[in-house]
T-cell receptor, first 115, second 114 residues
Framework: GAVVSQHPSWVICKSGTSVKIECRSL??????MFWYRQFPKQSLMLMAT?????????EQGVEKDKFLINHASLTLSTLTVTSAHPEDSSFYIC???????????FGPGTRLTVT | SQELEQSPQSLIVQEGKNLTINCTSS?????LYWYKQKYGEGLIFLMM?????EEKSHEKITAKLDEKKQQSSLHITASQPSHAGIYLC??????????????FGTGTRLKVLA
């Protein structure tokens, strides 16, 4: 089946620094990728929809300048958390829409801890 | 308010007991997915339902989608500690403009006591 990878799987950074998370579709082209955030004991909240070659569509309440999303190719989307703060510590998951419209493949997630 | 509401929010059951988790949408669902997850880990795909009235089973888990395609239930028979985790329903949302977006329900945390 289709595989989506995320890198890094976990990262610890200092407050004020920026962190980039990569999401790759390994064996298929994904015109659309999604980024989610999850806090402990909570569900996954959609942050933004990323379309290849165009600007990401952010959900209400998500800061565009804080969470920079780039979908430069059909197999790679990146999420950059800029000027990270402890409250940005969370679990981030990406997903990619597969070759068939109803398919959705999820990355294994990235655990971000900001100290 | 959440577009996909799950109930209950959390559930603690004794091993061997049956349980049901519900996922309700205010709009017609164009495909409903069930996942299991533990916080900090990836999603485990359980089942996908597309047709009204559809029912699928895998091992001790059965999922149904109602005829109106606005509510789905996940039923676990004879629960085991290995069933513990967060259960999430997911669905596509038609766009108001642009691309479909894929959202999750509010989640149900299940704990099974041995």
């Amino acid at each position: 089946g289709a595989v989506v990878s995320q890198h890094p799987s976990w990262v610890i950074c200092k407050s004020g620094t920026s962190v980039k998370i990569e999401c790759r579709s390994l064996d298929f082209q994904a015109t659309t990728m999604f980024w989610y955030r999850q806090f402990p004991k909570q569900s996954l909240m959609l942050m933004a929809t990323s379309n290849e070659g165009s600007k990401a569509t952010y959900e209400q309440g998500v800061e565009k300048d804080k969470f920079l999303i780039n979908h430069a190719s059909l197999t790679l989307s990146t999420l950059t958390v800029t000027s990270a703060h402890p409250e940005d510590s969370s679990f981030y998951i990406c997903s990619a829409r597969g070759p068939l419209d109803y398919e959705q493949y999820f990355g294994p997630g990235t655990r971000l801890t900001v100290t | 308010s959440q577009e996909l509401e799950q109930s209950p929010q959390s559930l603690i059951v004794q091993e061997g007991k049956n349980l049901t988790i519900n996922c309700t949408s205010s709009k017609t669902l164009y495909g409903l997915y069930w996942y299991k997850q533990k916080y900090g880990e990836g999603l485990i795909f359980l089942m996908m339902l597309q047709k009204g009235g559809e029912e699928k089973s895998h091992e001790k888990i059965t999922a149904k989608l109602d005829e109106k395609k606005q509510q789905s239930s996940l039923h676990i028979t004879a629960s085991q500690p290995s069933h513990a985790g967060i259960y999430l329903c997911g669905a596509d949302r038609p766009p108001t403009s642009g691309t479909y977006k894929y959202i999750f329900g509010t989640g149900t945390r299940l704990k099974v006591l041995a």
